[in-house]
């Protein structure tokens, strides 16, 4: 069988199955259903098979399309050996039913012990993104393909300040990152947000403070070094002098998603014009002190749950679940959970349940949450005896739901 080289968006032609079978109907109603393990091994029968499978855009939208509306989940989990120190990340396909699979989880990689500490992991349409803050290093991650790639260094010092004035003196750096993709460009993007304040000295020995934000941004796959943003202080939505960058991030349409809580609103950075803008907090939820919150995806919409890292307010606050239902609107909506303790939520699955996180365990357990019938629900996991030793001192943690993707991330 003869195949016809592509180039770019080029379908390649199956001559001796064209009068039988349009080539089309190949390459975007059958190849697209199969899973990421035979594509891979189909990018090794030629060059042509290769551009299509990894560079394609037809055909990658139409693989994403076919497995986004599955009736399973996938989750991404970390297992660390405390001992040890390294951190085992894992994959577990939930069932159509709401059940592990009962072949449990599957090894991916193993990241080696860090000098400082454990990276930040992000995750978006199927890539996840580990972030080592202290060693200024960040690794892009296909769990269906297993491939990655390490980023070009990226410094996190402060950036100097345009004045040439004694009275000028840098008070430290602030650094976050988020991870997205945009279906406008088809791109996704690693995007660090740097917030340097600085000390102005003003008459009677007064100190103003200011605050400079840089953007840089890594576009896989067409590009080879981090690209500049500029930004235009005088029209930022926000007031970023005090802003304290969380470290997770939700993208969500085209956009990544950040907490402010001085101001009681998300920080947005859209992908494709590359600016930003805000959501404020629904009233209710903007009038509650000494209290935080976390954006998360639930069923594609953005969310507000409680941070466990960081409040200690009373149950009542740590039971609800902000979500936003209409997006353009600004619409949000409450859901009330009726827990004997506080949750975090992490993300909806395929059954509508909550998957929910009370914490880091030593155990392999999965906790939901119905919203609709409001019920708890706990499974257990099956884990590789050679992960799980006797006497072992482990700690599991779910990190996030991811799709199943062949996108390239080089």
């Keep these: 069988m003869e195949v016809a080289e592509a180039k770019g968006d080029e379908v390649p032609k199956f001559q001796s199955l064209a009068a039988e079978l349009p080539s089309e109907i190949i390459w975007f109603r059958i190849l697209p259903k199969l899973p990421a393990k035979s594509l891979m091994r189909f990018k090794c029968v030629c060059k042509a098979w290769l551009a299509l499978i990894t560079r394609n855009p037809s055909f990658l939208i139409a693989y994403r399309n076919l497995h986004s509306n599955r009736n399973t989940s996938l989750l991404l989990l970390d297992l660390r050996h405390i001992d040890t120190k390294q951190q085992h990340i894992m994959s577990l396909q939930i069932n159509k039913d709401g059940s592990p699979s009962p072949a449990g989880a599957t090894h991916l990689l193993t990241l080696e012990p860090q000098e400082y500490s454990l990276p930040i992991i992000l995750c978006t349409n199927g890539l996840a993104c580990f972030i080592f803050i202290r060693e200024h290093r960040i690794r892009v991650f296909n769990p269906c393909t297993r491939e990655s790639m390490t980023l070009p260094s990226i410094s996190n010092s402060p950036t100097s300040y345009q004045s040439t004035s004694p009275d000028i003196k840098p008070c430290g750096v602030e650094v976050g990152y988020g991870f997205g993709f945009s279906p406008v460009r088809n791109e996704y993007m690693v995007v660090q947000v740097k917030l340097c304040r600085f000390l102005h000295q003003e008459p009677a020995n007064f ?63 859209d992908l494709e014009e590359q600016r930003f803008r805000v959501i404020p907090f629904p009233r209710e939820v903007g009038s509650i002190r000494h209290h935080f919150w976390a954006v998360v995806d639930v069923g594609g919409c953005l969310a507000l749950t409680y941070d466990m890292r960081r409040s200690s307010t009373s149950y009542s606050a740590a039971s609800e679940l902000w979500i936003l239902k209409d997006y353009q609107n600004q619409v949000w909506v409450k859901e009330v959970f009726d827990a004997a303790y506080p949750y975090s939520c992490l993300r909806a699955i395929h059954t509508g349940e909550v998957l929910i996180k009370s914490g880091e365990l030593s155990q392999a357990f999965l906790h939901f949450y119905d919203m609709k019938d409001q019920n708890f629900r706990c499974s257990s996991i099956v884990v590789p005896e050679w992960m799980c030793k006797k006497d072992a001192c482990i700690r599991w943690n779910v990190l996030s739901c991811y799709d199943e993707t062949i996108a390239p991330v080089k």
């Design 207 to 269: 100190y103003r403070a200011v605050a400079v934000i840089s953007i840089q941004v890594f576009t896989l796959g067409s590009a080879e070094s981090w690209r500049c943003v500029e930004v235009e202080h005088d029209d930022l939505p926000f007031d970023h002098t005090f802003w304290h960058i969380d470290m997770r991030s939700v993208c969500l349409h085209g956009a990544i998603h950040w907490i402010h809580h001085d101001e009681k609103c998300v920080v947005v950075f």
